[in-house]
Each structure stands twice: as C-alpha cells, then as structure tokens.
C-alpha cells in the first residue's frame, strides 16, 4: 500500500489517502487541463440563463379572447390596449 502510494505521488503531485481500516486505496486529484473545466461549464450556464431570460421578455404581450368553437387573429397587447392583427389564427376546439 505505502508503495503504491509513493509511486503515485513520485509522477503526479496529488493527495492520496487510506480511506477505511480495510486498507482501500483512494486516490484524490484534480490536475490537467480539464480540471477548471466546471467553472467555465458552470458560469456559461448562469450567462445563457440570463440571456434567455431577457430575449424572452422580447416581442409581443398581450391577450387574445376566444370563445370555445370560434377562432381569433388579433391580439390585444398588454399596457397600451392596442390591438395587434396576426398572421395566423388560434382556434378553441373541445375535444371529447
């Protein structure tokens, strides 16, 4: 075990440690290029997040009333009350 260990420690500059009475081996290391990798994985997500989260703020916001059977195209935008015509329509149908 105090072999293994020295070897280890001989080619790479880590902790190594004896984890339970039975005498297993683990070995604990963060070295190499891909060690802060996380860090940069980690922050990218918070910014595209943030950046989802603003681009969907974007374009049109408002209601669109319609009665169940029918179909409605125009969209009545949310703070100014105005009334926007789409270019597609949106039917309420029941389905039983």
């Known amino acids: 075990m105090d072999r293994a260990q020295g070897r280890v420690k001989k080619h790479m500059p880590v902790r190594t440690d004896v ?4 005498g ?3 070995l604990f290391a963060e070295q190499g290029k891909y060690s ?12 595209f997040i943030i950046l989802g989260g603003i681009l ?8 669109m009333k319609v009665v169940e059977g029918s179909s409605n195209d125009t969209l009545i935008l949310r703070g ?12 309420a149908t029941i389905s039983r």
Request: overall charge positive.
């Open 36 to 47: 802060r990798l996380g860090f940069y994985i980690t922050h990218f997500g918070i910014v």
């Open 19 to 22: 984890a339970s009475p039975s």
């Open 24 to 26: 297993t081996f683990h």
């Open 56 to 63: 969907g703020n974007l374009g049109y916001q408002g209601y």
């Open 80 to 91: 100014s009350g105005k009334e926007k015509k789409l270019d597609f329509s949106y039917a």
